[in-house]
């Protein structure tokens, strides 16, 4: 059964601590993908990458770094987490291509919370 | 670049009616769209993709329509049950970027 696991369900740290999210896949794939979905403004790309060590920004990069230095794992930064980084973060990953030609298998996400 | 429009308004229905979801785009013609549920708390699971020259697509109880005249594609759930509520997002990719609706809030009573 193929699988995206991120390390967190919950999580909650104060204003201005680095965090870290991390996001493994065991299907070979990719491209690897990170959202924040919030109410009302549905899901929302931050980054995503289609290659070890490549990553682009996606709508809503500010705030926010990545890292890919392997195939399966995609681990979302926050240098300085801020109140308004409060949301749930998805993560996904789809075999190869571009256009939206493979569907994303989603991980169960994580809910951030920060005070 | 391309924004996906989902009715907001959550949509109501009877068990055992046809629940229809519209989905549309504002620019440019998608090489593919991609229908998705999600339930509370959870990430979302794709259900059906229908690509651009393809008029319908159908698995099981669902069937996804997309007409380019229009810029939309509907989605259909026939014989609809309790278990079929949840949130249906579409979704497509244009380059690299996949960009999403806002996703409809389906309820269905027994």
């Known amino acids: 059964d193929v699988k995206v696991t991120q390390s967190s369900r919950y999580l909650v740290k104060r204003t201005g601590e680095k965090v870290f999210l991390e996001c493994v896949q065991d299907m070979d794939h990719e491209n690897m993908f990170w959202y924040r979905q919030d109410p009302g403004l549905g899901l929302r790309l931050i980054y995503f990458?289609?290659?070890?060590?490549?990553?682009e920004k996606g709508d809503i990069p500010e705030g926010y770094s990545v890292s890919r230095e392997k195939k399966e794992r995609f681990s979302l930064i926050l240098e300085s987490a801020s109140t308004n980084q409060t949301s749930m973060y998805l993560c996904a990953s789809s075999l190869s291509g571009t256009g939206g030609r493979n569907e994303q298998f989603f991980g169960p996400g994580t809910r951030l919370t920060v005070l | 670049s391309q924004k996906i429009e989902q009715n907001s308004e959550a949509l109501n229905i009877q068990e055992g009616k046809t629940a229809t979801l519209t989905c549309n785009y504002t620019n440019y013609s998608p090489a593919y769209l991609q229908w998705y549920r999600q339930d509370p708390g959870r990430g979302p699971v794709f259900l059906l993709l229908?690509?651009?020259?393809?008029k319908e697509k159908r698995k099981e109880r669902l069937k996804v329509t997309f007409d380019t005249t229009l810029k939309q594609s509907l989605f259909h759930i026939t014989a609809s049950q309790p278990a079929d509520s949840a949130t249906y997002l579409c979704?497509?990719?244009?380059?690299?970027?996949?960009?999403f609706g806002r996703g409809t809030s389906l309820i269905v009573h027994p």
């Open positions: 979704g497509t990719g244009g380059s690299y970027i996949p960009t």
């Open positions: 990458s289609y290659d070890v060590k490549m990553k």
């Open positions: 229908i690509r651009e020259n393809e």
